[in-house]
Structure formats: C-alpha cells, structure tokens
C-alpha cells in the first residue's frame, strides 16, 4: 500500500505475536512475549495499546508525531471508551464470575457462559480492529510518507525508529519519563521501543 509496506492491522498482528526470549549469561532477565508487554501497559500503566501499537508502525515507516495528537484523537478516543472500554469490562466481569461458580453449578449453565465470554472476546478484538482502521485513516497519506517534504501537523519525518517512537509516546501520554527506571511499566515501554517486526511479515 504505497510507501506503507504493511498495514497497520497486519503490523500489529505481527508485533504483537512477537515471542519473549529467554535470559542469557549477560542479562539473565527473561524478556516477556510482545501480548504480555502490552497487557501489562494497558492494565498497569495505562496507556492505550492500540494507540502504541500505531506510533510503532508509524516509527517504523520514518514518522513521529510532532505535537499533541488530543484533537487529532478525540473520535477514536471516544469509539475506544464508550464500544472497545465496555466490551472489555463486560467480558472481565463475566471472567470473574466464571471464576468464583460454585462446583454444584450446572456444567450446561457453565458452557453457555463460557461461550458468551469467547463471543465477547470476539466482539472487543473486532473493537480493536476498528480502532487501527480509524488511526490508519488519521496517519499521513501513504504517498507522502517517505517523501522529503514535511508532513501536515501533527506528523512530522523522524528517521531513526527509537527516536521517532520515544518522541511520539512522549507526546501521546504527556510524560517524558515513561521508560526511565526499573519497574515493570519502563521495561516494558523498552521492550517495545526496541521491538522490530521481521522484514515480509
């Protein structure tokens, strides 16, 4: 798709099947799989994963944001709160109940829920799906992606993609401490910083 090698649902597919790796001699600290670092942004820090996982695509085509993205985002934010949010609590809620039934609970009750609960899974992936649609839509034209003219605000042509998604996380959270320090959130944030979707993915 232009000068867009892959799009961005394919690209988040890519990255977040990503594996973990396992510690070696000079870091014996086992890296986590791609879909537990993001979990952990998401229910620990905060942060929106589709909303990185966008910034990494742009950051691996060369572009960063250049300033506030709150207007650019409002109507996906809003889609994000009111369809993708709720789904979420409704199906970690039903998980919770799931989880505390009683042993005497009707196996045949037990499976419906349980069947509710992979449709609701469903239903807030497909939320998701959504959510990268519209971010894709916000993202520069594929044409002028590469190209050496400036980009129209908030975007602007970051080369390096460490810097340019350093620079877009700082933006998108309002905070430029995020991946300084040890605790979990900051390890993952570089975790996912360094990430690279293998070439032809």
């Known amino acids: 798709m232009g000068a867009y090698s892959i799009g961005l649902w394919d690209y988040a597919l890519s990255l977040y099947a990503l594996p973990g790796e396992v510690g070696s001699a000079g870091n ?17 820090a905060g942060l929106d994963v ?5 910034i990494h695509w742009l950051s691996a085509h060369g572009i960063a944001l250049a300033a506030s993205p709150t ?3 409002e109507d996906v934010r809003d889609w994000q709160g009111w369809m993708t949010g709720m789904l979420r609590e409704r199906r970690r809620q039903l998980k919770q109940e799931l989880m505390t039934l009683p042993a005497t609970q009707d196996p045949a009750a037990v499976q419906r ?3 509710l609960y992979q449709q609701l899974k469903a239903c807030e992936l497909s939320a998701e799906q959504e959510t990268l649609a ?12 590469e190209g050496a003219t400036g980009l129209r605000a908030p975007f ?13 996380l700082a933006l998108l959270s309002g905070k430029t401490t995020l991946t ?6 900051a390890r993952a944030l570089r975790r996912l910083a360094l990430a690279r979707v293998p070439a032809g993915a």
Request: glycine share 2%; charged share 20%; net charge negative.
């Open 113 to 115: 829920l349980e069947r």
């Open 28 to 44: 014996p600290q086992p890296t986590p799989d791609m879909m537990s670092t993001c979990l952990l942004l998401q229910d620990e």
């Open 180 to 185: 300084v320090g040890d605790h979990p959130s």
């Open 50 to 54: 589709c909303e990185l996982l966008w």
């Open 156 to 168: 602007a042509h970051v080369a390096d993609p460490l810097q340019a998604f350093q620079q877009s």
């Open 71 to 73: 207007r650019l985002l």
């Open 134 to 145: 519209q971010l894709e839509e916000l993202s520069p034209a594929p044409s002028s992606a």
